[in-house]
């Protein structure tokens, strides 16, 4: 059963402490990627990795870190450096980073509360 | 940074009827073009993808691309409840290497 998955679904924290999301993809996938959805607005990048032990700033990479060590996982940690961490955040992978057919996969997201 | 806009609605359809969401789009470059289903509270799932000018129909679902009026447009047809939810469109850009969403449109279909 292939797919992408994502934990926990529900997430709460106090501010000033780190917090890391896990990503697990079993699609054989290169590339993986992190947004950030807020009530309202559009998916935002934070960051993306198009191959193991690479990644690459997005829009939004501030107060954010990732590490891909093995091709299905990549988890996003957003640290006391991020102002606004209260979001859904959202894993997507897709078969290549690059190249025409560019369709991306999404995990079922992680709602962080940072109180 | 490339855009791509959407109306944000609701747009509101009775059931039976033909829901027409559209989106446009800056980067002339983009070659890749894809609409993806939310609803409320979950991720969002890909309905559609559309590469080459013209309509591509899949189901209930037609994508209409026009790149020269860098345009992209999704049609539901026999519109049901069950497609109320939030609909995204996203482009490729090219310059960029990434999909650039659009802040989603929101259909009601009533009953």
């Known amino acids: 059963d292939g797919g992408i998955t994502q934990s926990p679904k529900y997430l709460f924290r106090k501010e000033g402490q780190n917090v890391t999301l896990s990503c697990e993809q079993n699609?054989?996938?290169?590339?993986m990627y992190w947004y950030r959805q807020d009530p309202g607005q559009g998916l935002r990048l934070i960051y993306y990795?198009?191959?193991?032990?690479?990644?690459q700033k997005g829009d939004i990479a501030e107060g954010y870190s990732v590490s891909r060590e093995k091709k299905e996982s990549f988890p996003l940690t957003v640290t006391s450096a991020q102002k606004n961490p209260t979001a859904f955040y959202l894993c997507?992978?897709?078969?290549?980073?690059?190249?025409?057919?560019?369709?991306?996969?999404f995990g079922p997201g992680t709602r962080l509360t940072v109180t | 940074q490339k855009e791509v806009e959407q109306n944000s609605g609701p747009l509101s359809v009775p059931e039976g009827a033909i829901a027409s969401l559209n989106c446009t789009y800056s980067d002339r470059g983009s070659q890749s073009f894809f609409w993806y289903r939310q609803y409320s509270g979950k991720s969002p799932e890909l309905i559609m993808s559309?590469?080459?000018?013209g309509d591509k129909e899949d189901g209930r679902f037609t994508a209409q691309l026009n790149k020269a009026s860098q345009y992209v447009s999704l049609l539901i047809r026999d519109s049901q409840p069950s497609d109320s939810a939030t609909y995204l469109c996203?482009?490729?850009?090219?310059?960029?290497?990434?999909?650039?969403f659009g802040a989603g449109t929101r259909l009601a279909v009533h009953p």
């Open positions: 699609l054989n996938h290169d590339a």
């Open positions: 559309i590469y080459s000018n």
């Open positions: 997507a992978s897709s078969i290549r980073g690059q190249g025409a057919s560019y369709e991306q996969y």
């Open positions: 990795s198009q191959i193991v032990n690479d990644f």
């Open positions: 996203a482009v490729h850009s090219g310059g960029y290497n990434k999909l650039i």
